[in-house]
């Protein structure tokens, strides 16, 4: 079992940084590829960022490409996902979620354990 929280959303303007965590319980979480995931009211939640177990490879969702920024730390079981030059339309609950997907992992349904999420929003 892993169970998963996430912290640090907020309230932040056009164009200012957010640093999302990911805190991970279970001594298995490095055997896991870690996602970020985004949604708002009435849409299917998509996938942001994905990073492999080791850290090596890392995928995102073209809306964000450039901007946000996954990593990942083993030793302290915790994934991050930096944010810069946030819009409005980023405005969503993020989650982060754990895959055991060998390869990359876009799709909820690969994902076996997610987190609470935690609020961004961004202010025009």
């Known amino acids: 079992q892993v169970q998963l929280v996430e912290s640090g959303g907020g309230l932040v303007q056009a164009g200012g940084s957010l640093r999302l965590s990911c805190a991970a319980s279970?001594?298995?979480?490095?055997?896991?590829?870690m996602g970020w995931f985004r949604q708002t009211p009435g849409k299917e939640r998509e996938f942001v960022a994905g990073?492999?177990?080791?850290?090596?490879?890392?995928y995102y969702a073209d809306s964000v490409k450039g901007r946000f920024s996954i990593s990942r730390d083993n030793a302290k079981n915790t994934v991050y996902l930096q944010m810069n030059s946030l819009k409005p339309e980023d405005t969503a609950v993020y989650f982060c979620?754990?895959?055991?997907?060998?390869?990359?992992?876009?799709?909820?349904?690969?994902?076996?354990?997610w987190g609470q999420g935690t609020q961004v929003t961004v202010s025009s």
């Open positions: 979620a754990a895959s055991s997907a060998v390869t990359i992992a876009t799709k909820t349904n690969q994902y076996d354990y």
């Open positions: 279970g001594r298995t979480f490095r055997r896991f590829y």
């Open positions: 990073i492999s177990w080791s850290g090596d490879r890392t």
